[in-house]
């Protein structure tokens, strides 16, 4: 075979419901991530350092117009990443495909046992 | 005897002529076009998917027996050629090239830069329209070997390429006075391949080759994270050392989910102009082994012959002309990247929609 190529996304909603972001892979699973799980996980340099990942929280104070969290565009980094906008200004992450569907959050992937990156 | 045939005839005589690289007939494939019927006389086109396809001569010869055993007597084809563009995303930097192929070894010295140059002045010859790219920006030899004195100008607040041997080309050493040397670090790179790419007047173009600079850096992940590469292409000498280097480059670009397009043993054997005798000086075949043993498509190999580096130091790659040994070698090269990127666009999925 000429490319074993990744499982790659078909189709990525950003406002999947419930406040999650879908990826329909093209082998046909479906996988959505809870936004919060999903900025919690953000693999930038910046988050990723030791020590430095304090999981962050909606505003306790929403009559202050603090913005929900939410994914305001993504981009697609070459063939095997996609960029996440979040809407609490948060850019730097790039989330290899790969590390996306390892870290689904679904039960048929978290009863295979895989280690969790997004944890 | 005449014989009146239909066109739907002549369509069903044309499905036994199979395209052996993509699995398919050429009429499910939808190559067949411009079909005349008439008394005695069929006419159409085959419309191959690229212009350097290595068995176009084959498939035009089977198509016109398939057609010629209905007891047509004048069959007549024409073949021409439509590239199909790599899968694109909207929003590309460079949406009138239509597949970018990055030339890459593990290590130094094996010849990329040469074997770049020569595959794009072939793929030229065949009519394709073909860029090339020199992104070694601490050691950029494609001016060199690509010779002539064209200069990029600015219009309209972008780069034109030089042209030579009908290639554009965009290259640091066009910028860089002779003698001096670029010490840069990570994010100018990044900015210098971004503008290579966005901000140079490519036009279309078939394909454009990436001369990459040796090794697994940052030009290579800037090149894999600000354009959807095609493939990469893999050059390497036969020795194991080289192979194990090169295996590096491999595992970066299949941890970016760049398609190996296939590997290219440079340096395979030399032959002595004199006597003729054939020497096996880096070894042999372990770029067509590794290339078994790793599944990926071997491309060719290229002889070592002096006049490749007398010609490419006088700015006149051997390609030019293919009736040397390895004029072919370079030509063989080039048909079989050609017939792997079709093949590499025929099985990529669906473009990947956000929304």
Redesign the interface.
């Given at each position: 075979?000429?490319?074993?190529?990744?499982v790659?996304?078909?189709?990525?909603?950003?406002a999947g419901g419930n406040d999650t972001l879908t990826i329909e892979w093209?082998d046909g699973h479906l996988s959505a991530y809870p936004y919060r799980y999903l900025r919690d996980g953000c693999p930038c340099a910046n988050c990723s350092e030791a020590g430095a990942r304090t999981p962050t929280a909606d505003s306790p104070f929403p009559i202050l117009g603090a913005k929900p969290l939410r994914p305001e565009?993504?981009?697609?980094?070459?063939?095997?990443?996609?960029q996440i906008y979040w809407s609490d200004g948060h850019s730097a992450g790039?989330y290899p495909?790969?590390f996306l569907r390892e870290s689904c959050p679904c039960v048929d992937c978290m009863v295979k046992g895989k280690d969790r990156p997004c944890a | 005897m005449t014989k009146k045939v239909s066109a739907q005839d002549v369509l069903n005589a044309l499905r036994v002529v199979q395209d052996p690289d993509l699995r398919r007939d050429i009429v499910s494939l939808g190559f067949v076009r411009d079909l005349e019927v008439g008394d005695n006389r069929v006419a159409f086109t085959i419309e191959l998917t690229t212009p350097a396809c290595p068995l176009k001569d084959q498939l035009a010869a089977s198509a016109k027996q398939a057609v010629q055993a209905l007891g047509v007597a004048d069959v007549q084809v024409r073949l021409t050629s439509q590239v199909r563009a790599a899968k694109t995303g909207k929003d590309l930097l460079i949406p009138q090239v239509k597949n970018t192929v990055a030339v890459a070894s593990g290590k130094g010295g094996v010849g990329k830069s040469t074997v770049a140059a020569n595959v794009a002045v072939a793929l030229e010859r065949t009519g394709a329209k073909v860029g090339l790219l020199d992104t070694d920006v601490y050691g950029p030899s494609v001016p060199a070997l690509m010779g002539g004195n064209a200069q990029p100008r600015v219009v309209e607040g972008k780069l034109e390429p030089p042209v030579e041997w009908g290639i554009r080309i965009m290259s640091m050493a066009y910028f860089l006075p002779k003698g001096e040397a670029v010490i840069w670090r990570g994010p100018m790179l990044h900015k210098t391949m971004q503008q290579f790419l966005g901000d140079v007047r490519w036009g279309e173009l078939d394909y454009l080759l990436m001369d990459l600079p040796p090794g697994t850096g940052d030009i290579q992940l800037s090149l894999s994270q600000t354009i959807p590469l095609t493939g990469a292409v893999i050059v390497s000498t036969p020795q194991d050392l080289a192979l194990t280097v090169a295996s590096k480059a491999i595992a970066m670009f299949q941890k970016l989910n760049v398609p190996i397009l296939g590997i290219v043993e440079n340096m395979s054997y030399y032959v002595c102009p004199q006597c003729g005798h054939r020497e096996e000086i880096f070894g042999h075949g372990g770029a067509r082994e590794a290339a078994k043993k790793l599944n990926f498509p071997f491309l060719g190999e290229i002889p070592l012959d002096p006049a490749i580096r007398l010609q490419s130091d006088g700015g006149r790659p051997v390609a030019l002309v293919d009736s040397t040994a390895y004029g072919k070698a370079f030509h063989a090269v080039a048909g079989a990247l050609a017939a792997q990127i079709s093949i590499v666009n025929s099985q990529t999925g669906q473009d990947i929609s956000i929304e």
């Open positions: 075979m000429i490319t074993s190529l990744q790659t996304p078909n189709k990525i909603k950003l093209s565009r993504a981009e697609l980094v070459g063939r095997y990443a996609v790039i495909f790969a | -």
